[in-house]
């Protein structure tokens, strides 16, 4: 056996026919301290020494010069150091531009001056990832006590998640017993004793108000598109119904069929009181928002919205949803008016429950609510315009800008509300789309040639990548990371096969 003989670095440079170079002998002594410690000192003057060989000048480099925006410049790699999103909230998966972590926060965002407003809005195709997403930003902004409300859950996507966290989902429709009233007072009736009178008359006055509407609402999606005359009526009735117009301290709890009974068989106070000359010109009168409410007593949504509510509500919970997949055997109208009932219940919790906390109210498939007419648009408008006073995050998901755009024939007020939607939601979430919604895209988010082709390229690659666009920033490409235990909690495949729309 033969020993290997070390070489030393020297050695195998001569054996490759090369001469080591020497170390440089300097003619000074290293400089030393005092008590003969090496003193890091720079061993040539700044400008290198002024001898033949030595020192340093400037020369031309044959180089050509880039000029660039600032925002093009941030590309260029050794430079970049991350996306400018503060590391706050939710941590969503990571800018596939800068490698770092891609956190998710509205609150945060409207705080730091980057949005205007804490809403986002969910755009792609069917199977992009969009409500993966949405899930694993509540999931994560729970973490930080914000609590979550599923306004609606057409295709029941959320209720596995729902029972993932131990909380038993309400499920309306087929084969449920679970009945709610549309005209719940929600946990309002269990506080109104205790409060002043002050505060009840003002609570009062937001209820009845929210209730006509709702009303008004569910007329108008049965063709019938109210009067002020209407409304004013309704408000005196529903007022009778709650017992408030006799002094009682306590509430009566009201429901769709009451109104209607009260409508179509006036007492001689109710027609005098609302200023009508007879009982016959009030019935005459009102004919058409009576037969509204009826036909929603006996139509495809008999039983589900006017009867009193018979389950209890946690709402503590850190997350609720209402499961309508039942509902879709009797039709996406039924689904829509289930959806407005939802809105404005869930409105009216969310607003009494003024604890400081921070909700997220997600309205998944919104086209469905959007289809239902000028009203329904109007709530959506009103709840996204107040989400900044009351600290509540918005998220609309949707494929499409113009499925908001279904209110109504082009240059129609309705399509002039719902195309202020879009601007009332700061965060733009865009998934993969097809060339054609692209363009839509560019124009109403005034995206770059660059940021569209983002999302009809780039993000079509895999599920869970989108372009986050928030006001006045260039777009981020986001990956979404989801969780084995997310991914299992939220699996969407298996339904989505044989459904139609995402
Ligand atoms: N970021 C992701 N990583 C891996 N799989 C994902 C991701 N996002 C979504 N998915 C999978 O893709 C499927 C469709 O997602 P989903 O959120 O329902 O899409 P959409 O709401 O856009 O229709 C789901 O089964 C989900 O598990
Ligand atoms: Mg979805």
Known sequence: MTRIRRRGAAQLLRDGGQTPPRA???????????????????????????????????????????????????????????????????????????????????????????????????FGEPGRGKSSTVVAFLLRMMLFGTKTLISGDVKGEYSPLLRALGITPIALGSGSPARLNALDLGPLARWWESWSI??????LDGLLARWVKLLVALAEAQGYVPTVTDEAVLARVLRRLLGVADGTTRLRPVTIPDVQRELADPDEQLWRETRFADRRQFLDTLR???????????????????EPTNFDLDWQAPIQSMDLSGLRGRGDQAVAVALTCLGSWSSMITDLQDDGEIR?????????????????????????????AEQKIQVLVGHKPSDFLSVGSAGSQEVAIAKDLLALCSTRILFGQSTRVADELAEDFALSDKESEVTTGWCMER????????????????????????????????????????
Request: proline residues 7%; without cysteine.
């Open 288 to 306: 058409p928002i009576t037969d509204a409410l009826a036909n929603l007593v006996t139509g495809p949504l008999a039983g589900l919205f006017d």
């Open 198 to 203: 002050e505060r009840q008359r003002e609570e």
């Open 24 to 122: 440089p002998r300097t003619s000074r002594e290293e400089p030393r301290s005092s008590t003969g410690q090496r003193i890091n000192r720079p061993r040539a003057p700044r400008r290198g020494r002024a001898r033949a060989g030595h020192g340093w000048s400037p020369v031309e480099a044959p180089m050509t010069v880039y000029q660039a925006t600032t925002s093009e410049i941030g590309g260029l790699f050794p430079l970049l150091a991350a996306n400018g999103i503060p590391a706050v909230g939710a941590r969503i998966g990571y800018d596939t531009l800068s490698g770092s972590a891609f956190y998710a926060h509205p609150i945060e965002w409207v705080l730091r001056g980057l949005a205007t407003n804490p809403n986002m809005v969910v």
């Open 360 to 388: 997220i109210v997600v309205r998944d498939e919104v086209w469905r609510q959007m289809r239902l007419g000028s009203k329904a648009v109007q709530a959506v408008d009103s709840d996204l315009r107040l989400s900044r």
């Open 463 to 502: 599920t869970g990548r989108a372009l986050w666009k928030l006001e006045n920033t260039p777009g981020y490409k986001v990956q979404t990371v989801l969780s084995r235990t997310e991914k299992t909690a939220f699996d969407t495949n298996a339904q989505l096969r044989g459904a139609g729309e995402g």
